[in-house]
């Protein structure tokens, strides 16, 4: 039975409707560009109207019916738990996974009152310094109005600059980091541009000083533990045994074509992936010595197999959960630090 354009709307808003029930209305759209998972609303299930078409076109359903469903579970949990410490995040796909996975934010909910600012496929450059002035430095709005009640800010922004896609192009980012593969298959170090490395890495580094400089200039929030992570060691395909086949995404779009285009072996590229997320694990690393109430959340061999893995980039539900333990455990000892401090 088909159901109007408005009457789906209301269910892609609606926290209590489950997932699986808004997907029968719509299919995944594969290979959109920059990683912002899209659905196509299914003719023969919804009624639109040419005006409803032009709408949903504009829309991008994915990003926004995961945004406003959270929101509205936000407020909800602020009413019926009160009791829960109240958290700000702000992020990637690692944070907001639209529909498709329960992602880190998902699974922490159950445990916190999280007011979610993610988008899938977004990066620091915009997070922070982005042209459209109504989500730039859209975290520090939020930290601000909720200043006296918010015990911590998680902050997940650099994949797309390291190992995902840019934005506008959608082209690898992995590709200009990658030099051709010269033969050697131990040679790690001489397969990365080190210049276009470093390059990435500072801008990131000033990124990410910018947020820290932009909380602590608020007298509220100048001990808020500020949560922030470099992600987990990859899968490139196509891996041995390798059955990953995800409906949102090709199978090599991340990391497997630019490694391909590159003539890397995927063993080789693995290596050379993990060097690039250790140097950005040693950036972050840094800012602790910066500021005492940064905590980085070391994710690095939480999902350990293959089967953790639901594409190049990102976790299952199953292994986005073993990520949120990890975090979950920072943050408990964070807010018991902050609660022997005050």
Known sequence: MRITYDEFLRLARDPSVPAEELLKYCDVVKHTGA????????????????????????????????????????????????????????????????????????????????????????????????????????????????????????????????????PDTGVATLLEILKDFNGDISDVEGHIDRAVLDEKLAFLKGAYERVISDIRAVPELKNLPVFVHGYDYVFPYKWEGDTRNPLHAAQDEWLGEPLAERNIPSVLGRKIISVLLDELYDMLDGLVAMDENVIVVDCRGAMPNLSDWVDEIHGTSDGFAKVASRFKAAIDQALVTQGAMT
């Open 35 to 166: 990683f912002d998972i899209q659905f196509r609303v299914k003719p023969d299930m919804v009624e639109m109207t040419e005006i409803d078409e032009e709408f949903e076109n504009a829309l991008q359903i994915g990003n926004w019916a995961s945004r406003i469903r959270r929101y509205w579970s936000f407020k909800d949990a602020l009413h019926d738990h009160p009791e829960r410490p109240m958290l700000i995040s702000e992020g990637d796909s690692w944070f907001q996974f639209p529909i498709l996975v329960d992602d880190v934010i998902d699974h922490l909910s159950s445990h916190y009152n999280i007011y979610s600012l993610g988008a899938a496929g977004d990066t620091a450059q915009n997070m922070v310094y982005g042209a459209n002035r109504a989500r730039r430095r859209e975290y520090l709005s939020a930290l601000k109005d909720y200043k006296d009640q918010v015990s911590g800010f998680l902050f997940s922004a650099a994949g797309n600059d390291i190992i995902g896609e840019d």
